[in-house]
Every structure is written in structure tokens, then in C-alpha cells.
């Protein structure tokens, strides 16, 4: 199983970033997905999910409003688009899978909300 991330960045207040997260080794198209961050010092938090067909997402209220999660089954991959950015976004971004194997984790992407 592999869940890689790519998408973050530097970007200042009020700004916009879409993280892709590309999944392997599993039929993606039968699991929910859900996107975590983690600022420093702070534990890791959940941000956002999405069934398996993509019928149902669910957001912290931090992000709620400003965040989207969507998911492109044949591709394997999920997103999340975040508009409205705030310094407090700043955070590495992870992509998480529960799986009847286990649980994965991406690698992580860091996004930066700064002037």
C-alpha cells in the first residue's frame, strides 16, 4: 500500500492550494479516505473525509466551509481543495487509509500560510 502526496506549498493568507494524494496497492474504490495535518507542537488532528463512493464527506470545524474533499475513483486518487487559507493551516498534511490490513499514512506534505 502507498499513499503519496504532492500538492503543498508557500502561499499567503486568503490564498488557494489543491493537494492530490495518488494511492496504490489497494481497491481504492472500496474505502473511505480522509486527510489529517499536524502543526508543530500540536497533535496530529483529522481534517476531512470521504466515503468510498465519494456520497458523503465530513470536516472539522476548522476547515468547514473552506475545505473540500472529492475523490477521482479511476485515478486512484483523493483531494483536497483548500480555499481561505489562515496562518493557522500552516501544518504537514497527511493522507490516512483504514484498510482490513491496517491502517496507512502518506509521507506528508507541508503547506505554509505566511505573508
Known amino acids: 500500500v502507498q499513499l503519496v502526496e504532492s500538492g503543498g506549498g508557500l502561499v499567503q493568507p486568503g490564498g488557494s492550494l489543491r493537494l492530490s494524494c495518488a494511492a496504490s496497492?489497494?481497491?481504492?474504490?472500496?474505502?473511505?479516505m480522509s486527510w489529517y495535518r499536524q502543526a508543530p507542537g500540536k497533535e496530529r488532528e483529522l481534517v476531512a473525509t470521504?466515503?468510498?463512493?465519494?456520497?458523503?464527506?465530513n470536516y472539522a470545524d476548522p476547515v468547514k466551509g473552506r475545505f473540500t474533499i472529492s475523490r477521482d475513483n479511476p485515478k486512484n486518487t483523493v483531494y483536497l481543495q483548500m480555499n481561505s487559507l489562515k496562518p493557522e493551516d500552516t501544518a504537514v498534511y497527511y493522507c490516512?487509509?483504514?484498510?482490513?490490513?491496517?491502517?496507512?499514512w502518506g509521507q506528508g506534505t507541508q503547506v505554509t500560510v505566511s505573508s
Open positions: 470521504i466515503t468510498s463512493a465519494g456520497g458523503s464527506t
Open positions: 496497492g489497494f481497491t481504492f474504490s472500496r474505502y473511505s
Open positions: 490516512y487509509a483504514r484498510l482490513l490490513s491496517g491502517v496507512y
